[in-house]
């Protein structure tokens, strides 16, 4: 029996086979996961309805079951119909989320096509499809180390 919140055998099983430096993106429901991902990464779509489940949610279970070492956001447009000023909402929560959990990792936002190139990575394993409407939702978990 599991102990943390995440409880999906798919997704368990991948990150229990995952290591050091390994990528998960966890990617809103606008997000092109058939064709904007590693070469070896799994999709598992979670998409069951508009807004269920979100990210942040699917944040939390994963951080309840992996060390992260790093998160990435896809950067905000400046100009353009997705342009916003500022930070978007969602990273507020997240933000939240991951203080919960317990870690010193600050997001970190870097250019769409930059974002899409370190998706398409080998070192990416799994992309979690939400069905999370709000934009700039998509971030990228580096796994860390085990210290314990």
């Known amino acids: 029996m599991l102990r943390h919140k995440l409880i999906h055998p798919q997704i ?11 990528t998960v993106l966890i990617a809103d429901g606008n997000y092109p996961a058939a064709s904007k991902r590693g070469p070896r990464a ?17 944040l939390e279970a994963v951080l309840s079951a992996v060390p992260v070492e790093a998160i990435q956001t896809m950067e905000t447009e ?3 119909p997705y342009a916003l000023d500022g930070d978007p909402p969602v990273w507020d929560d997240y933000r939240k989320t991951i203080r919960a959990a317990g870690l010193d990792v600050d997001l970190q936002p870097i250019d769409k096509w930059k974002f899409y190139e370190a998706v398409s990575t080998p070192d990416h394993v799994l992309t979690i499809q939400t069905a ?3 934009r700039y939702a998509n971030i990228l978990l580096t796994i ?3 210290m314990d």
């Open 12 to 22: 368990s099983a991948i990150l229990a086979a995952a290591g050091h430096h390994s």
């Open 42 to 58: 799994e999709l598992i779509s979670l998409n069951l309805m508009p807004g269920v489940p979100t990210c942040d949610q699917v």
């Open 78 to 80: 400046t100009s353009g």
């Open 132 to 134: 999370d409407q709000q």
């Open 144 to 146: 860390g180390v085990r």
